[in-house]
RNA sequence: GGAGAGAUGGCUGAGCGGUCGAAAGCGCCCGCCUGCUAAGCGGGUAAGUCGGGCCAAACCCGGCUUCCCGGGUUCGAAUCCCGGUCUCUCCGCCA
C-alpha cells in the first residue's frame, strides 16, 4: 500500500512505475475515487459539525432548565441526523471500494533496479567461488537420494500426492541439521532473535504483508475458519508487530523463523519440479528485519550477506542476481535473489530471496516507529531473506558433495549437527 | 464445546446517557530549585484525517473520527441493547 498522498501527488510516476513491473494497476479507479472520498468528507464533516453543535446545546438547554427550547433545537437536530446518516453510508461504500483498489496498486521499484520483463534482464552482481569438477558425471539429487534411500518421493506421493517428499534416516537428519546450523548462525553470529510462530494465519495478516488479495489461488485455505497455510514465515513474523508504534530505540529488530512453508504452485505444473526443486510443502529459515526508512537500504545488503554467508560456510558455488522490475515481487521494491549452483541438475536454484519492502507492508500493517521521543510516529521499513530455503539447499548439498561411488560427503560446518561425516547406502 | 469475568491513552486504572478525548498514578518531555545527583515544585504529554495559517517541512489554529470490532436505541453513547473477536477463570475434551 501506498501513500495516498503520493499517488495523488505523482499519478505519472506511479503509472510509470507499475507499467515497470509489468502491472496494470487501476490507477485512474483509484484517483477518481481518492477525489469523491475527500469531496464528500468534507461536506460530511461539516454536516457532523453541525449537529455535533446542535446536540450540546441541548444538553446546556436541559441542564439550565429551559425545557421547552430544548424541545425545538431536538426538532432541527433530528433532521440533520438523516441527512448526515446518508452522507455516511455513501463515504463508507467510496472507502471501501477505494481501500479494495488501492490493495492492487503494486510498490515501486527502487531507481538502482534495471528494466525488464524476464529473467534475462536480472543483472548478476555477485559470484562466490566458481562450480566445481567432477571426474565423473554428477547425478542429480533425486538420484542420489533414492539410491542412499534417504529421499522418499514415492512416499510423500503416496499419503499425500505429488509434490510432497518424505526423507528417512540420515535424509531427515541432515534436515534437521540443516535448519539447526542455520538458526544457529543466524542467531548467535547475525545476532537475530528467533521466533517460533502459528503455521496457520488469518486473512488481514495475509493481506499485511501482501498475499492477498491478489495471491490467494498460490494459496491453501481452510475454508472452515477462513485461515491460511503460511507460504513463507515472512507472513507471521512481519505480521508480529501489527498495529503497533516501535519505540524508535528498539530498531533495527531483527528476526529468524523457522517454519514450514504451503504453497500450492498453482500455474507452475510441470515445470522444474522434479526431485526436490518445486514442492508444495517445505521447511526454511527466514530472517525477517523491521528498520528506519534511512537504514533501509544498507540493511538490505547486510541481509543479504547473512544469508549467503550459510550458503560460504557449507562451501557451496553461488551466485546473487539483482531482479529487474518485470520479475520484482508485488510488494519488493528491491530484491536480490541468491541461487545456489546445483552441479548434478546443472542449473543455479534460488534458494533465497532478499528483499527491501520498504513501508509498503508497514503501511498494510500499520507498523511504525518514534524516531525520537515526542516525534510523529512514522512508517518502518521492512525487509527479509530466507537464510534459506530447505529442499533446494540440501539438493545442491548432495550434488555438490557427491562421490563417484555414490556416497556424499558432509562439510566441516554441518558434522556437529550430523554426527557422521559421510551418507552412504547400507 | 459449556458457564462466568473482562477489553479505556506508552503503561496501571477511574468513569457507567450531555461540558469526557476521557480523573488519578506511573513513565516520558520542558522549566524552576539545588555545588553535582537524587528528591521537591510548576507545566506539558494519544492517534488518524480534512481544512486553514505560507509553497514544502517543523509548528500553530479549527473541524471530524477513534474508549476491542460491527450493528441498534437516542437530539446526544466509553456509558444502554444485540451480534462478533480476543483475553482470563472454572468445567468438559485432548497431545
Known amino acids: 500500500m501506498l501513500d495516498r498522498q503520493r499517488i495523488r501527488e505523482n499519478p505519472g510516476r506511479i503509472r510509470d512505475a507499475s507499467a515497470r513491473k509489468g502491472s496494470d494497476a487501476p490507477l485512474d479507479e483509484f484517483i477518481s475515487l481518492d477525489a469523491e472520498r475527500r469531496a464528500s468528507l468534507t461536506e460530511l464533516e461539516s454536516q457532523r459539525a453541525e449537529m455535533n453543535r446542535a446536540s450540546k446545546s441541548i444538553g446546556l438547554l436541559v441542564a439550565e432548565g429551559k425545557n421547552e427550547e430544548a424541545a425545538t433545537v431536538k426538532r432541527q437536530a433530528k433532521a440533520l441526523k438523516d441527512a448526515v446518516a446518508s452522507g455516511d453510508d455513501r463515504l463508507r461504500e467510496i472507502e471501501a471500494r477505494l481501500h479494495e ?79 539447526n546450523f542455520m538458526l ?25 504483508t501482501g498475499q492477498l488479495p491478489k495471491f490467494e489461488d498460490d494459496m491453501y485455505h481452510m475454508e472452515r475458519d477462513d485461515l491460511f497455510l503460511i507460504p513463507t514465515a515472512e507472513v507471521p513474523v512481519t505480521g508480529l508487530h501489527r498495529d503497533s508504534i516501535l519505540n524508535g530505540e528498539d530498531l533495527p529488530i531483527y528476526y529468524v523463523a523457522s517454519s514450514g512453508c504451503f504453497r500450492r504452485e498453482a500455474g507452475a505444473a510441470g515445470k522444474d519440479t522434479r526431485g526436490l526443486l518445486r514442492v508444495h510443502q517445505f521447511d526454511k529459515v527466514e530472517l525477517v528485519k523491521f528498520c528506519s526508512p534511512a537504514e533501509s537500504y544498507n540493511e538490505l545488503e547486510t541481509l543479504r550477506k547473512d544469508a549467503a554467508s550459510v550458503l560460504e560456510e557449507l562451501g557451496l558455488h553461488y551466485r546473487v542476481t539483482l531482479l529487474c522490475a518485470g520479475e520484482l515481487g508485488f510488494a519488493a521494491a528491491k530484491c536480490y535473489d541468491l541461487e545456489v549452483w546445483a552441479p548434478g541438475v546443472g542449473a543455479y536454484l534460488e534458494v533465497s530471496s532478499c528483499s527491501n519492502f520498504e513501508d509498503f507492508q508497514a503501511r498494510r500493517l500499520n507498523i511504525r516507529y518514534r524516531p525520537v521521543k515526542r516525534a510523529k510516529p512514522k512508517f518502518v521499513h521492512t525487509l527479509n531473506a530466507s537464510g534459506v530455503a530447505l529442499p533446494r539447499l540440501m539438493a545442491a548439498l548432495l550434488e555438490t558433495y557427491q562421490k563417484a561411488d555414490g556416497s556424499v560427503l558432509i562439510p566441516e560446518a554441518l558434522r556437529p549437527f550430523m554426527g557422521v561425516d559421510r551418507i552412504q547406502a547400507d
Open 184 to 208: 544457529q548462525k543466524h542467531t548467535e553470529a547475525h545476532d537475530y532473535t528467533e521466533v517460533y510462530t502459528p503455521y496457520l494465519v488469518n486473512r488481514d495478516t495475509m493481506t499485511g
Open 101 to 179: 483498489v488501492e490493495l492492487l496498486i503494486p510498490n515501486p521499484p527502487h531507481q538502482t533496479v534495471p528494466d525488464g520483463d524476464s529473467a534475462e534482464s536480472n543483472v548478476e552482481v555477485e559470484s562466490w567461488r566458481s562450480k566445481p569438477e567432477f571426474e565423473f558425471e554428477p547425478r542429480p539429487h533425486w538420484e542420489i537420494g533414492e539410491r542412499l534411500g534417504i529421499l522418499d518421493f514415492a512416499g510423500g506421493g503416496k499419503i499425500s500426492g505429488s509434490g510432497f517428499i518424505v526423507f528417512r534416516g540420515l535424509g531427515a537428519r541432515l534436515h534437521r541439521a540443516l535448519l
